[in-house]
């Protein structure tokens, strides 16, 4: 069960991109996720492996810090993220919304 002490963060997870990003909105069945195209192929965890390093990058925290809660087997998973910080929902935001400045 989640708590203080982690952040749920729903994502798409678009695998075999040509290019690793993280931004964008896909509005999918945990509510608006956070998109994440990762180069690795959607072959043994190695998207959800690569989408979960990805996270950790853009949210600035350790990829330890970061786990998956669901959706092993699908493009759209929820990640927990343990530890986080004051500003990491507004960070998330703007890397979902694209009101990144």
Do not use: N, Q, Y
Not at 6 to 12: I, K, L, N, P, Q
Not at 59 to 86: C, Y
């Amino acid at each position: 069960m989640p708590t203080d002490d982690t952040c749920t963060v729903a994502v798409r997870v678009k695998p075999g991109a040509s290019r690793a990003r993280v931004g964008g909105r896909f509005d999918g069945p945990h509510g608006p996720a956070l998109v994440i195209a990762v180069h690795a192929p959607a072959v043994d965890g190695r998207a959800t492996e690569a989408a979960r390093r990805a996270l950790a990058g853009a949210l600035g925290v350790r990829p330890a810090a970061v786990s998956l809660r669901a959706g092993a087997a699908s493009r759209d998973k929820l990640f927990l993220v343990e530890r986080p910080t004051s500003g990491l929902a507004d960070l998330l935001r703007r890397l979902r919304d694209g009101s990144a400045g």
